[in-house]
C-alpha cells in the first residue's frame, strides 16, 4: 500500500499497528518506511493519503460554538515512534541460548544460575529442549506446576503474546498455573465498571459509546478523573486522542478534578484542582462524599431517581 510522502528510492511504505494491546488490533497505525528488509523510519500515517476530507467527511463534534475535528494524520504515541530502536537494540535477544554447563540429561548446575555464560544453539535444538521440559515436568509433577505469566493485556505483534499461542498450547497438554499482574485494568473493567456502566455482555465499558464525549462536550460542567492519566494511559491504544480532548475539554470551559496519590502527567497538565489521596484511601472518601451527600442533601435528586439502582440501600 502506498502512502503519503517522499521515501527515497529503494524504500517501500508499509501501514503498521504499533499498538500495546493483545485486543487493540491495529491500533496506533503508522507509516513504516523498509529497504532491503530493514526498518528506515516511522510516520504518522495520513489519514488523507488517497482520498480527500470531502469524500469521506471526517466527523467532528460541535458545542457551545466550538468545533473539534481529529488530525487528518495518526498520533503515534513515543513508544510507537521509538519501534525501530526497539527492534534494533543491542539489548534483544536474537537466537536461542543455553547455559554452558546445563545439561538436560544430567547436571543441571543450578546454583550457577546468574553467573554461568551461555551459549548459542539452533532453533531445532531450543524446541526439543522446552517440549522435552514439559514432558518431564508433567510426569513428575503435573501439569499445574507450569507458571503462565500473562500481564493483563500482553502486546500483540508476537506470537506469544500474553493471550495467544502459548495458552492454547498449555491448555492442550492438560492446563496450566496462569498469573495475571495487574488486577487495576482487569478488576476494575470486569468487575467494578459494569457495575457503574451497567453493560452486558461487553462487561464494564460503555459500549457502544458512539456519542460519550459529544454528550461530555455539550453537558458537563466538570470532570472527575479518578486515578486515571489521559496523558499515558491511552498510549497503547488511542494514541493521543484522549489528550487533545482534555485540551478541548478545558477550551470549553470544563473543570477536570483530578484524585490520585501522584501529580501523573493528565493532573499536571490539566487540573483545574488535584486532590491527592494516600494509596487504599479512596472507598474512604468515596463514602465521606456520600455521607455529606445524604446527610446535608445537596445531591442531584432528580438525577438519583432516574439514573441510579439501589440508592436506597446506603441512604
Not at 534483544?92 to 554447563?101: G, T
Not at 522446552?130 to 508433567?138: P, Q, T
Not at 506446576?145 to 506469544?160: M, N, P, R, S, Y
Not at 468515596?286 to 440501600?313: P, S, V
Request: glycine share 8%; net charge neutral; charged share 25%.
Amino acid at each position: 500500500m502506498a502512502q503519503k510522502g517522499k521515501p527515497t528510492a529503494g524504500e517501500k511504505t508499509c501501514i503498521k499497528g504499533t499498538g500495546l494491546s493483545s485486543f487493540g488490533d491495529n491500533s496506533n497505525m503508522a507509516a513504516v518506511d523498509v529497504k532491503n528488509g530493514k526498518l528506515i523510519r516511522i510516520r504518522p500515517f495520513h489519514y488523507d493519503w488517497k482520498y480527500k476530507p470531502e469524500e469521506w467527511k471526517p466527523w467532528q463534534i460541535v458545542a457551545h460554538g466550538k468545533t473539534f475535528t481529529p488530525p487528518l494524520k495518526s498520533m503515534i504515541p513515543p513508544h510507537g515512534m521509538a519501534y525501530k530502536k526497539r527492534v534494533y537494540s543491542p539489548n534483544r535477544i536474537l537466537y536461542p541460548l543455553k547455559r554452558v554447563d546445563w545439561d538436560p540429561n544430567g547436571e543441571r548446575n543450578p546454583q550457577n544460575r546468574g553467573t554461568s555464560k551461555y551459549v548459542r544453539i539452533s532453533w531445532d535444538e531450543a524446541t526439543d529442549l522446552v517440549a522435552s521440559e514439559i514432558k518431564r515436568v508433567h510426569k513428575k509433577y503435573g501439569p499445574e506446576t507450569i507458571l503462565l505469566q500473562a500481564d493483563g493485556h500482553g502486546e500483540t505483534k508476537v506470537v506469544h503474546s500474553t493471550h495467544g499461542c502459548n495458552t492454547k498450547l498449555l491448555d492442550l497438554l492438560g492446563g496450566y498455573t496462569q498469573q495475571i499482574r495487574n488486577p487495576d485494568s482487569w478488576e476494575g473493567w470486569y468487575w467494578g465498571a459494569k457495575h457503574v456502566w451497567g453493560m452486558e455482555p461487553w462487561v464494564g465499558m460503555m459500549w457502544p459509546q458512539t456519542n460519550c464525549f459529544k454528550d461530555i462536550a455539550e453537558n458537563t460542567d466538570m470532570i472527575l478523573f479518578w486515578g486515571c492519566d489521559p496523558e499515558t494511559t491511552p498510549l497503547g491504544f488511542s494514541q493521543q486522542m484522549p489528550s487533545r480532548l482534555c485540551y478541548w475539554f478545558t477550551e470549553l470551559g470544563i473543570k477536570c478534578i483530578y484524585i490520585c496519590p501522584d501529580l501523573n502527567y493528565g493532573a499536571g497538565v490539566h487540573a483545574d484542582k488535584w486532590i491527592p489521596v494516600r494509596p487504599n484511601t479512596d472507598a474512604a472518601l468515596q463514602l465521606a462524599i456520600a455521607y455529606m451527600w445524604i446527610t446535608e442533601g445537596n445531591y442531584d435528586k432528580d438525577y438519583e431517581a432516574t439514573h441510579t439502582f439501589g440508592f436506597e440501600r446506603i441512604e
